[in-house]
């Protein structure tokens, strides 16, 4: 039973989906997420939804980074354990 299976998501919803972020330079994400869970510390570089490219430094272990990120690169991140969410 799902009590608000009739209301809308918004950006303040709880997340309902996640998955596997494989670094990659060539290939974008295939869903556009809401967010980046960042499960170890590291770098993350980036290519934000609207094509700019950004690097967020020593993100911690534990983040959940608010960013629209249509790549996340292998070249520049040495986080890991990235989920995507929306």
Known sequence: ???FK????SLTSPIRSAQV???DDTSDL???PRALYIGTAGDVRVTMAEGQE???AAV???T????????VWATGTAAGSILAVW
């Not at 009739?6 to 998501?9: L, P, W």
């Not at 959940?64 to 790549?71: D, G, N, Q, T």
């Open 30 to 32: 295939p869903v556009l």
């Open 21 to 23: 972020v494989t670094p």
């Open 64 to 71: 959940l980074l608010p960013v629209r990120a249509a790549r």
């Open 60 to 62: 911690p272990a534990g």
């Open 1 to 3: 039973m799902d009590p």
């Open 6 to 9: 009739d209301y809308s998501d």
């Open 54 to 56: 950004a690097t967020f």
